[in-house]
C-alpha cells in the first residue's frame, strides 16, 4: 500500500458519512442515488464519499444489470477490517483485512514514523 493510498483509507474511515455509506453498502450493493437516500446526504455529496471510499479501496464498483439494458454500477464493501499495530519505536502498521472477493486476502502498509 502506497502512502497515498494509506491516507485515502485514513481520511475515509475519519470521514462520518463515508463511515455511514460503509455501513449502508455492507448490506448490499447499492447505486449511488441509493445511498444518497438512505444515508440522508445530497446526491453530489454521495458521489464525493463513494469516489472517496473506492479510491481507499473500502468499497468496489460492479454493474447491475437490468433487463430493460439500463444498467447501473453500484457499490459494495471490500473488506472485512482494519488492524493497525502501534511499535514501541512510533512506527506502524496498517492491515486492510479483505473479504473472500478480493485476491490476495490481505493487503499491508508498513509506515515508518
Given at each position: ?7 485515502a ?5 475519519d ?5 455511514e ?17 438512505e ?38 464493501e ?5 488492524l ?9 502498521e496498517?492491515e486492510l ?7 490476495p ?5 508498513r509506515?515508518?514514523?
Amino acid at each position: 500500500m502506497t502512502d497515498d493510498k494509506l491516507k485515502a483509507l485514513l481520511l475515509a474511515i475519519d470521514d462520518g458519512d463515508c463511515r455511514e455509506i460503509l455501513r449502508a453498502v455492507a448490506e448490499e450493493p447499492k447505486a449511488v442515488k441509493e445511498v444518497s437516500d438512505e444515508c440522508d446526504v445530497p446526491l453530489s455529496t454521495a458521489y464525493r464519499k463513494v469516489n472517496r471510499l473506492h479510491e481507499a479501496g473500502l468499497v468496489e464498483e460492479k454493474v447491475r444489470l437490468s433487463g430493460s439494458g439500463n444498467h447501473t454500477n453500484v457499490y459494495e464493501e471490500n473488506f472485512d477490517g482494519a488492524l493497525i499495530t502501534l511499535g514501541a519505536d512510533g512506527d506502524f502498521e496498517v492491515e486492510l483485512v479483505r473479504n473472500r472477493r478480493e485476491s490476495p486476502p490481505r493487503a499491508r502498509a508498513r509506515v515508518e514514523g
